[in-house]
């Protein structure tokens, strides 16, 4: 009996973290070979903006998900990592990759920035600031338009190397090996934080706030961690973004890009990351098939949305979850 | 005299959380009803059960003779049955005078609200004295007479007390005992839930011991009762 | 003597635009606890429905309160098909924010599909051109700075003289204490949106008067009133009133000194110290409530 119990109490959603780290390496692999099996540019193409999407929207669940913080400014830092790098590449010079790694930091000191302000705020307040960040650095980057053109946007911008491959006839697999590994390594880093101490005391303040701080975790110092660390692959997306497309512009910075990535985050369930990944998949290919809807593309993204909230409101994750406990017949607590 | 409530097997909680397990009571058999028993035991759920705010997983509550169980608060109140929540919050930034029309709001109460004001002035003068006053700058007790006063604006057939004296100075206390008092010989059944058992004694005959979610005592009138075997019940020495 | 009336009669026009824009945000934040994010959106739905009535030759003195009308329906129907569900929810405002962001993209599309990408022009409150001093202004412009606190006067009348909006301002308060009083908390809160999305219309209205209309012209808007909102206290309506006029003013004594370049981020810097300093905002004290 003494067993049974002992299997039973495991720290809920918890999976020991050698059979994640498996099924990460298999999912890995899986994607790996995925340009094997699509040969086509066109379809690559579509797998390295899901793998963007994958790397931000997964960071946003970071602090939305884990930390409670709705930081309607992620998709701003996103915007900064384009401009970091497009500024740093073509104004400075700097070399791809060291504009890359670069524009990460840029897009976490951003983040310590914005989270000054709202160090001690409660939720509508972050909300509405973040929201005004996002407004504001829009406005900054239209109105230093000799630097950064403004409404038009930058173009030909330095794309990346990979030692001495044909980056651009390679029908796509040098990018795709790129954003893949991107989003392998934003991914661990991620799913370590979570499963650290830091990662906890997050989840708890985000829980219980009065509780955690009369515990010691300190409020201020956790929200910053926070965001910052949820900053750093969310520019360095951004700044890949900017190297494959090689042109820059404010659209980034728009409402509907940040609506789709939320649905993502929203999708997929908040609190889980692989959740946002897996969300981001499935909607970048949904807005793929979609791509000649004009107008009603966004249209059924925002009914998506509704739908999901009002009825799922764990998402993806809590759907499969639900369906697995049923299978299995895990989730039965003692009534 | 038949009851005017029955509360009939109710089993409720919130969420998968059950706190009242299969309760059932009645009141107004013998004129006024006390609940007590220890915090978290269900009485303040009790109450928003009977009042609609929450509904039950099982069972039903009658009301003088109808089925209200799957009726809203609102219809609830316009049947008469008014339910005074637990601490004195009501609208902090009305004043006495807003919260007393607003008490007569519904259908049935509205052409009684002169004859009720009077009555709530003559019962508790002090809010006279504070009409245009907002809620939020009145004491502790002032405040749970401008709660029962606007219950009263709602022209109730049954009144139902949370724990009005919680909080409360004893010397305000025994003021608002003397209020309630008066309420209820002016002809209102009333249901009071309470820790200050000689309140209840003084006001009800009949009494409920509520644990865990149900009756585990019940005190009918007739039946003298020593102050200290029920502080022992209270207390839990069974 | 010329800067002065000219950042006075800026003052006094921005700041009843803001007024007409952020006290309907103001009454479904103090009155639910939500912040509906498709505000903005409301304001360029209503220059829409305003301009098509025109548009099939009804006179603005007909076409102008009809599209109020519909608009407030819009609202209505906004709140019970993502605000109302949700109520009871943990992360209520989180979720709303979220529901009324989706249903504004969806409305925002839905005017693009309908009516395309093209600027429209509304007619004027009222036509024509004076002189004020020495520096010109338009009859419209005269006539918003007239009607706006008519406008706030009336709501302002409605909320503390009705029994209607005495329930309104206690539903805002407490909504246990106004269900046990037997108000009809539902019809409320669709009272509540209808009224916000009706001022909504009348500012997108305003708008439409003298700048030209496109689908996306309620992203900025939203943004101010939620500036103004936060400014003057989510605590109450009165605060955002005055707090709009103040920053109407500050933004017109900005745009004089300073250019137009700088006043979003003098305004974000204002924000953001308000916020930090004296988050209820500079109007208000604590807790929720109307008026």
């Not at chain 1, 780290?21 to 903006?49: C, E, K, N, T």
């Not at chain 2, 010989?185 to 009333?190: I, N, S, T």
């Not at chain 3, 909102?229 to 605590?235: A, N, Q, R, T």
């Amino acid at each position: 009996m003494m067993d049974q119990i002992k299997r039973n109490i495991r720290a809920p959603g918890r999976t020991p973290w050698q059979r994640e780290a498996v099924g990460f390496v298999l999912g890995l692999a899986v994607l790996a070979l995925m340009p094997f099996v699509f040969a086509d540019s066109y379809s690559r193409h579509i797998l390295i903006m899901a793998f963007i999407y994958a790397i931000v929207a997964s960071n946003w669940d970071l602090s939305l998900g884990y930390g409670g913080v709705f930081n309607f400014g992620h998709l701003a830092l996103f915007g900064i990592g384009v401009y970091a790098y497009a500024l740093l590449t073509k104004l400075a010079g700097l070399d791809p990759w060291l504009a890359l790694a670069a524009s990460g930091v840029v897009a976490t000191l951003a983040a310590v920035l914005v989270t000054i302000p709202i160090l001690r705020l409660k939720g509508i307040y972050i909300i509405l600031v973040t929201f005004g960040f996002a407004q504001l650095v829009m406005q900054v980057i239209i109105s230093q338009s000799e630097i950064t053109g403004g409404t038009q946007g930058i173009v030909r911008i330095p794309g990346l190397y990979l030692f001495d491959h044909n980056m651009v006839r390679d029908g796509k697999i040098g990018y795709f090996g790129i954003a893949l590994a991107l989003l392998a390594a934003s991914t661990i880093f991620l799913r370590v934080l979570v499963r650290s101490r830091t990662g906890a005391s997050i989840v708890a303040l985000r829980d219980n706030e009065e509780y955690a701080i009369s515990r010691g975790v300190s409020l201020v110092r956790q929200r910053l961690i926070t965001l910052a660390a949820s900053a750093f692959f969310t520019g360095v997306a951004g700044a890949f973004y900017a190297a494959y497309q090689r042109n820059a512009s404010i659209d980034v910075f728009g409402m509907s890009l940040a609506t789709i990535v939320l649905s993502m985050v929203l999708l997929g369930g908040t609190g889980t990351i692989y959740g946002a990944i897996i969300a981001s998949f499935v909607l970048t290919i949904f807005a793929e098939a979609m791509a000649d809807f004009g107008a009603w593309r966004p249209m059924i993204t925002a009914v998506l949305i509704i739908v999901v909230m009002l009825v799922y409101p764990s998402g993806l994750v809590g759907m499969l979850r639900a369906a697995w406990a049923g299978l299995t017949g895990r989730l039965k607590r003692p009534a | 005299m038949t009851p005017i409530l029955t509360v009939e097997g109710v089993t409720a909680g919130y969420g998968r959380v059950t706190v009242l397990n299969d309760i059932s009571l009645e009141a107004g058999r013998h004129g006024n009803v006390g609940f007590f028993g220890p915090n978290g035991h269900g009485k303040t759920t009790l109450l928003r059960v009977i009042s609609g705010l929450l509904k039950p997983k099982a069972g039903r509550i009658v009301f003088d003779g109808e089925d209200i169980t799957a009726r809203s608060a609102r219809a609830i109140v316009g049947a008469g049955l008014i339910h005074v929540p637990q601490g004195n919050r009501i609208f902090p930034d009305l004043t006495i005078a807003d919260c007393l029309a607003l008490g007569a709001y519904s259908a049935r109460a509205r052409p009684h609200e002169a004859e009720n004001r009077e009555k709530v002035v003559a019962l508790f003068p002090k809010i006279a004295e504070r009409w245009r006053q907002r809620v939020r700058t009145l004491s502790g007790g002032e405040r749970q007479m401008v709660s029962i006063g606007t219950a009263l604006m709602s022209h109730p057939r049954l009144l139902i007390l949370d724990e009005p004296t919680l909080g409360l100075a004893p010397r305000i206390k025994d003021e608002l005992c003397a209020s309630v008092m008066d309420i209820s010989k002016g002809g209102v059944p009333l249901i009071v839930v309470e820790q200050d058992i000689e309140f209840l004694l003084e006001l009800s005959r009949q009494l409920y011991l509520i644990n865990h979610g149900t009756v585990a005592t019940e005190i009918k009138p007739g039946e003298s009762i020593a102050h200290a075997e029920i502080m022992s019940m209270y207390f839990g020495q069974h | 003597m010329g800067a002065l009336a000219e950042i006075l009669f800026g003052g006094l026009f921005q700041g009843s635009l803001y007024a007409m824009m952020a006290v309907g945000l103001a009454l479904v934040w103090t009155t639910i606890g939500v912040f509906n994010f498709s505000h903005g959106v409301f304001m360029m739905l209503g220059a829409y429905l305003a301009w098509q009535l025109v548009e099939t030759g009804l006179h603005p003195a007909a076409a102008f309160p009809l599209a109020v009308l519909a608009t407030a329906a819009v609202g209505w129907l906004l709140q019970a098909a993502v605000v109302r569900p949700l109520i009871g929810r943990a992360n209520l405002v989180l979720v709303v924010v979220i529901t009324t962001l989706a249903a504004g993209s969806l409305i925002e599309n839905g005017v693009l599909t309908i009516w395309g990408p093209r600027s429209k022009q509304l007619p004027p409150l009222v036509d024509g051109n004076t002189m004020i001093g020495s520096i010109g202004v338009s009859l419209h412009q005269i006539a918003i700075i007239v009607v706006t606190p008519l406008i706030l006067g009336a709501l302002w009348m409605f909320l503390t003289r009705t029994r209607l909006g005495l329930a309104l301002r206690a539903v805002a308060q407490n909504e246990d204490a106004s269900q046990l009083v037997g108000l009809n908390v539902t019809a409320l809160y669709g009272l509540a949106f209808a009224i916000a999305a009706a001022l909504a219309c009348l500012a997108g209205i305003f708008m439409g008067g003298y700048r030209f209309m496109s689908p996306v012209m309620g992203a900025d808007p939203l943004l101010k009133a939620l500036i103004v909102v936060v400014f003057g206290g989510i605590s109450s309506i009165s605060g955002p009133i005055f707090a709009a006029y103040l920053i109407g003013f500050f933004e017109a004594a900005c745009s004089y000194y300073f250019g137009l370049y700088w006043t979003p981020a003098l305004l974000f810097a204002v924000l953001i110290l308000t916020l930090m300093v004296r988050p209820e905002g500079i109007f208000s004290s604590r807790g929720r409530g109307l008026a």
